[in-house]
């Protein structure tokens, strides 16, 4: 019997108790979901507001159309924005699963000096607040020259998402046994083949996961790019910035969702590595 | 027995005693762990903790003043800014070669925009100076070329002050400009730099000064020559305060061709008409006659200064210490406040909605709490950009909100509410954006709670809430702190959000500090009030640390 269960003897005051919490809850996953779905019937709306016409809710066909998503594929602001972010987020997260999946293996073996500091160091760019990461970025990059160029927006974001990686990958590490490498190694195996035939296939659920989430902070990012890049490296969620601070058009809408279904993609796929991982490493199938 | 009485070292295989064989074996693995680690160390070193750092030194930096007008940082010095008069001719005479050379590199408007930031009305003072400043000094070249034309006459001028080797180097390198030209070969060797005369520099110090700023000046344009231009009138006027300075026999100590030029000028600058140079600067503006200005460029001319931070914490700096800023300036201590008190609201508002959804999936079955958490995990995911969006539609006063309200009749049509653009619309949005942060690690802990502890007090005969508030509650404390440090951190960081739905009240000091580096350009004041930003952050971070462990952030 679960927790949430109402036993059979339980008094009137208990039992409304249950349902008000129940409740309680199902308003707060309202509020939590409801502001983003909401946005996906609205982004069908054949006119230019940003509620639902009389039209949308007697389910009048001829109130919904397509008019906001052809406006994002036909603009070629829109589509700059989309392929500037096609093109820095992968490579940001190659650079970041890379270098963050290399680090985080040296940081689980067992005797790392100074691992604490190191950590802190190298999870620091997701605790420090963006707008100072963009202003120091912004001030060093603009020395070294390379502020306003898709090399320095690519670094940036690698920078952003690597603790993202050492998160994950560390976490898929701590449940593995330390005895397969030993074995591999006893067997004639070199440390790159170990690596690559043993330890990797097994964190590999930990590492797409960081991947994912590396991609992802790449490509919702906007303060750092609003000061690192220029107006050629402008991503979509520049665009959406912009848009929403200067005349706030129905496109956005389409675009945003767009890109939830990319986020649903993206979760789902999370999800099942992470469920993978479990199996794996054989804690609880979740 | 044998092994135990055996005395020395225990040995290694190959011989070595075991403890250095073991040790030699903990080095070598240590550094295999250390150079997997170091490349992604070295990477974020550079593309992070040097940007931050850089932005720590640029928040007390300020060589702009020192660097633009050298002579007279070391000028004015000496003076005495309550003496009610403004500085007497030697700084006026440096800041007049200063300004020259500045204004021929373009850089006395940053330099007044700079000293604008601690006094209104310095960046147009500086550029109204920079026009009138390269007359100062005619009346000087007219006298002289009175005396003699040969002191109008730009090759001699260069012919006096230029070391010998130096007109050789530059001689040459012409030669080689004008062979690439004529053969069509590209050409970019540099022009080699002015260098000076060191004997005439020792007896006309002030004047071998000026003349290397003009000379390099001249040089800095397009490789001109400077035995091409005749030089600034303000380097007549160091000319004419060097020879009223120096006695006959420095003179002396040059050569024949330098002493026939020099020696009649030395004799006839006592019967110079003068210039008055302060009557001069009063001209160009009355605020040259006052002490303030003078005092401003005295208090800000060391090279590193704690005017930005000062200004980030509503003082400021001035010659007679430090003071609180104007009521009506008094802007940063009221943004820090609203920052601080938006986001503890916020962090509450996150405790409140996510303690009851977190405690419910601890409690759920496996199954239907894996459904659930996706509900927690879809906003998680979702850009930033998008739900920002979606409460800047919904919150309208024409939007999906206020429509709902007016159709239920809660509200009044005439009197749709505004929940946008005002501190409302920043933590509505914001609570919704940061939720999540406090459910997942909220939900981490109370899945550890064993359901047993309850069951133990209520058979005991605790009421649901005695059973839930003396033994469930204090055990979840842990989650709870986690959570609103998480959520904490994140919110008095945050730009975006408040940037877009917050309006003027409900923006936050992140907002001003992106100001300072896009609009006023005042990145040193920027930079301040980052690093103020930034100690709370780590402040927090470490205590975060110390609670949870940075590397145990559950990422769902």
Known sequence: MSQMDLPPYATLGQRLWHYTFKLICGLIFFFL???????????????????????????????????????????????????????????????????????????????????????????????????????????????????????????????????????????????????????????????????????????????????????ITSFDEVVVVLFVGSANQKTLPWQMFIGLREQISPTILAVATVLVAVSILLLTAVELLRRRSERLRGLSPG | MTEATRTGPMLAADGTPLKRSLQRALRAQKLRALMLIAPLLAFILVTFVAPIADMLFRSVENQIVSDTLPRTAQAIRGWDHNSGEPPGDDVLAAFTIDMIAAVERKQHTRLGTRLNYEQNGLSSLFRKTGRGVADIGETYRDQFAALDPAWKDAGIWANLFADPSWRADHDAWEAARAAARTAGRPFAEPVPAFRLNDDLADV??????????????????????????????????????????????????????AQALLDPAHYAVRSFERADLAAIYRDIDRAWGQPTVWATIQT?????????????????????????????????????????????????????????????LANLPLRTSNLLLILVLLPFWTSLLVRTSAWKVLLQQQGVINDILVWIGIVDNAGRLILINNQTGTIIAMTHILLPFMILPLYSVMKTIPPSYVRAAKSLGATNWTAFWRVYFPQSVPGIGAGCILVFILAIGYYITPELVGGTSGTFISNRIAYHISSSLNWGLAAALGTILLAVVLALYWTYDRLVGIDKVNLG
């Open chain 1, 33 to 215: 979901i409801a502001p983003i779905l909401v946005i996906i019937p609205l982004s069908f709306n054949a006119q230019d507001f940003f509620t639902f016409t009389p039209g949308m809710l007697a389910f009048d066909p001829d109130a919904y159309s397509l008019k906001h998503y052809r406006a994002f594929f036909n603009s070629p602001d829109w589509q700059q924005a989309l392929a500037n972010s096609i093109r820095i987020a992968p490579s940001a997260t190659i650079l970041s699963v890379v270098l963050g999946t290399l680090a985080a293996v040296g940081l689980s073996q067992d005797h790392v000096p100074f691992r604490r500091t190191i950590m802190a160091i190298l999870i620091s760019p997701m605790i420090v607040p963006l707008i100072i990461s963009a202003a120091g970025m912004y001030f060093f990059y603009a020395r070294i020259g390379l502020q306003g160029t898709y090399l320095g927006v690519v670094l940036a974001h690698a920078a952003l998402g690597i603790p993202f990686v050492i998160i994950t990958v560390t976490a898929t590490l701590v449940g593995f046994d330390r005895s397969l490498t030993r074995a591999s190694a006893s067997l004639g195996a070199g440390p790159l083949r170990t690596f690559f035939k043993v330890q990797m296939p097994l964190i590999l659920p930990g590492v797409i996961s960081g991947g994912l989430f590396a991609f």
């Open chain 2, 204 to 257: 006309l110090p002030e004047t071998a000064d000026a003349y290397l700023d003009f000379a390099r000046a001249v040089q800095g344009n397009r490789n001109g020559d400077p035995a091409a231009r005749a030089p600034w009138p303000p380097v007549y006027l160091a000319l004419y305060r060097d020879l009223t300075a120096i006695g006959v026999g420095r003179i002396a100590t040059l050569d024949a061709e």
């Open chain 2, 300 to 360: 800000f001319s060391p090279a590193y200064t704690p005017g930005y931070f000062l200004t980030a914490v509503d003082l400021k700096q001035t010659p007679d210490g430090i003071v609180s800023q104007p009521a009506d300036q008094k802007i940063y201590i009221m943004l820090f406040q609203r920052t601080l008190v938006m986001s503890l609201a916020i962090m509450a508002a996150c405790v409140l909605l996510g303690y009851p959804i977190a405690f419910l």
